[in-house]
């Protein structure tokens, strides 16, 4: 699916982006770091061109909540395990109820969640905040100290599919398999892994970018996290987070890797007309739009993954 940007950019970086890294390199993250998202970061969803429409695969869906719990943290277990606030932002969970930075397989298999059908998985992604509007959430870990102003806004709306492949069958996920889409480094790292970034509107599925959209009145701003689905039939985490699960090329897993049900999250806002709002971030990245990334380690029984795998492979939508 192709990202639509119309910003200038240098070696793949917007020009207010490439000043800002340069700036907070040289300052060590003082307050000129603790930048909000600019006008340029801002489209209007009618802008942006149409795609193609997906290939026609069978799709398993979960019902996990919108995180009616209040379930935040500044941590990331997958990343940076052990460590409390390693995140410098603030993540939103679904799912798993324990989820913090010292969660094992143990304590996850252990706790309860917000999942139906006894999924424990974890899934999640940084808040999103509407930056005008001032609350207690920015005085968390991980908010108006690190850059992250704003009242965090909680989703109207999750849904979290595992979807076939359009090339051929899938095999089951092995538990406890951790992965990630998105970088949340990607302005210091010039844009890469980022391309898996998409948002758009609720009215407007068929335009997706990498800034933040403008909807029109009445509609959601959705965010879109579509997950590798090519494992190495081996690992369930690597160094890198990215090695042991990549993405196919062309619908196709390479050589020496197996095709696995692909997750893909939508989460959905309801943002006033005009208003700015960001995703939180490390304080180096200026909450740019292409910083979006969610992470998940799954966690669902292997009977449940099973039926996954069966409704996905016969083309259904369960």
């Known amino acids: 699916m192709r990202i639509t940007s119309r910003r200038m950019r240098i070696s793949g970086v917007p020009l207010r982006t490439a000043f800002m890294t340069a700036l907070c390199t040289a300052a060590a993250l003082t307050s000129a770091c603790h930048s909000e998202s600019g006008d340029s970061d801002y489209i209007e969803i009618g802008q942006v061109p149409e795609v193609p429409a997906r290939p026609n695969v069978g799709t398993w869906q979960t019902t996990c909540g919108n995180n009616e719990n209040g379930h935040r943290n500044a941590d990331n277990v997958v990343a940076q395990p052990q460590l409390p606030n390693g995140a410098h932002h603030v993540h939103e969970y679904v799912g798993n109820l324990s989820t913090d930075a010292f969660s094992t397989n143990d304590t996850l298999a252990n706790a309860a969640t917000t999942c139906q059908f006894g999924d424990k998985s974890t899934y999640y992604w940084p808040v999103l905040r509407l930056i005008e509007e001032r609350g207690h959430d920015e005085h968390a870990p991980g908010g108006g100290i690190h850059g992250n102003h704003g009242r965090i806004l ?53 335009r997706v970018t990498n800034r933040y959209p403008r909807c029109p009145e ?61 995703i939180d971030s490390f304080p180096e990245e200026g909450r740019e739009p292409i910083t979006d990334h969610a992470m998940f380690i799954g966690v669902l029984p292997e009977q449940l993954m099973a039926q996954a795998v069966t409704c996905v492979n016969s083309g259904r939508q369960c």
């Open 154 to 206: 909680g989703p109207e709306s999750v849904l979290i599919q595992f979807r076939g492949n359009p090339r051929s069958n899938v095999v089951a996920m092995p538990r406890f398999l951790r992965a990630i889409t998105g970088n949340p480094v990607a302005v210091s790292q010039q844009g890469e892994h980022a391309e898996r970034v998409q948002w758009t509107c609720s009215g407007a599925r068929d």
């Open 218 to 278: 009445g509609q959601r701003v959705v965010r879109v996290f579509d997950f590798p689905s090519c494992w190495d039939g081996r690992n369930t985490d690597s160094q890198t987070h990215r090695t042991h699960l990549e993405f196919p090329v062309d619908d196709a897993c390479k050589v020496g890797t197996f095709p696995v049900p692909q997750l893909h999250i939508e989460v959905a806002y309801a943002v006033p007309p005009g208003a700015r709002y960001a």
